[in-house]
T-cell receptor, first 114, second 107 residues
Framework: SAVISQKPSRDICQRGTSLTIQCQVD?????MFWYRQQPGQSLTLIAT?????????ESGFVIDKFPISRPNLTFSTLTVSNMSPEDSSIYLC???????????FGEGSWLTVV | AQRVTQPEKLLSVFKGAPVELKCNYS??????LFWYVQYSRQRLQLLLR??SRESIKGFTADLNKGETSFHLKKPFAQEEDSAMYYC?????????FGQGTRLTINP
């Protein structure tokens, strides 16, 4: 299994600013992903964080708005840039543990943009 | 393309009654299917996966490739089963979720 820690857990942000969310996994993982869960909605995959290379973004998500880094096997960041109220959401980090097929999730980062 | 459909957004049953949460999928390859659960104010957690063929907290789910379904079942619902349930499909590495079903167990 894996324990995934995210920081911050919650924040209130001003419109037009950017915020970086950090994700730390306690064991080596093969894949790391970032999801968004808007109020009352399901989880939508934003991108796959690739170690040492550019993230792979899903349709509707772009690097300029959601830059992602993954400098090593256990750490990743997601930045939400130039935020607007529509970006108010829970952002979740997830990871697949090496040798397994289960994907684990962090507790999420609740962002409110005012 | 991967797609997961959970037709019921809300499901309410009485304690002790059987529960079935429906999940249908669309995927051209060989899918891996999961059920995740999110209790109030808690993180999303894995409930069960089709590969394991296990029963967790009394829940079971059988993959039916002919009907492309992975319905979640429990013979006797308990109040602590009230939660949000998500069916998810993993194909080509990434995990795609259905819209979720909010299950409420009435006393």
């Amino acid at each position: 299994s894996a324990v995934i820690s995210q920081k911050p857990s919650r924040d209130i942000c001003q419109r037009g600013t950017s915020l970086t969310i950090q994700c730390q996994v306690d064991s080596q993982v093969t894949m790391m992903f970032w999801y968004r869960q808007q109020p009352g909605q399901s989880l939508t995959l934003i991108a796959t964080a690739n170690q040492g290379s550019e993230a792979t973004y899903e349709s509707g998500f772009v690097i300029d708005k959601f830059p992602i880094s993954r400098p090593n096997l256990t750490f990743s960041t997601l930045t939400v840039s130039n935020m607007s109220p529509e970006d108010s959401s829970i952002y979740l980090c997830s990871a697949a543990v090496s040798g397994g097929n289960t994907i684990y999730f962090g507790e999420g980062s609740w962002l409110t943009v005012v | 393309a991967q797609r997961v459909t959970q037709p019921e957004k809300l499901l309410s049953v009485f304690k002790g009654a059987p529960v079935e949460l429906k999940c249908n999928y669309s995927y051209s390859g060989s899918p891996e299917l999961f059920w995740y659960v999110q209790y109030s104010r808690q993180r999303l957690q894995l409930l069960l996966r089709h590969i394991s063929r296990e029963s967790i907290k009394g829940f079971t789910a059988d993959l039916n490739k002919g009907e492309t379904s992975f319905h979640l079942k429990k013979p006797f619902a308990q109040e602590e089963d009230s939660a949000m349930y998500y069916c998810a499909l993993r194909g080509a590495q990434k995990l795609v979720f259905g819209q979720g079903t909010r299950l409420t167990i009435n006393p």
